[in-house]
């Protein structure tokens, strides 16, 4: 049934869905966004059980190199491979927007109880990602010396 020949239906400047059904409205673009974090958020952990492999076979490299052997270049070796780099910057960047996730969400987990709601939230924002910068500078700086 067409609405612009029937009297029941109100005519409005809106258009009508089913004329393109490509194209989507502000809920169902909040809903796709939402459901890609969602997805990613999931694909999380393989990411970082990706990473806890890595390190474990560079430690066991690292013992094994201490017994003599020359293990640790077959490790830096097997870093250097596109596949390997690919993966680890895959991890890296899974790793970030997780961080970014939770920083975004810390301040509803926390439920702040003032009129001044988003100008606190943005400030516990900015403060996490603050104390994470500096800790993780210190840690370049500990580690490069």
Same mark, same amino acid.
């Given at each position: ?16 869905? /089913?004329?393109? *059904? ?6 169902? $673009?909040?809903?796709?966004?939402? !459901?890609?974090? @969602? %997805? &990613?958020?999931?694909i999380t952990p393989f990411s970082m059980l990706w990473i806890s492999f890595v ?23 097997? /870093?250097?491979? *596109? ?6 910057? $895959?991890?890296?960047?899974?790793? !970030?927007?997780? @961080? %970014? &996730? ?8 926390l439920s702040l109880t003032t009129d001044n709601k988003q100008t606190q939230a ?23 010396r």
């Open positions: 049934m067409n609405s612009k020949n029937n009297t029941k239906f109100p005519l409005n400047n809106h258009q009508n869905p /089913l004329d393109n *059904p490509h194209q989507l409205d502000n809920g169902q $673009v909040k809903t796709k966004v939402s !459901l890609i974090f @969602s %997805i &990613i958020s999931k390190l474990t076979y560079g430690v066991v490299c690292m013992y094994t190199n201490a017994v003599g052997q020359d293990e640790f270049y077959r490790f830096i070796f097997f /870093l250097q491979k *596109p596949v390997v780099v690919v993966l680890n910057c $895959v991890a890296l960047l899974s790793a !970030l927007l997780h @961080s %970014i &996730i939770w920083f975004i969400k810390a301040p509803k987990a943005w400030l516990l924002i900015a403060c996490l990602w603050i104390i994470t910068i500096a800790v993780s500078v210190l840690l370049i700086k500990l580690i490069l």
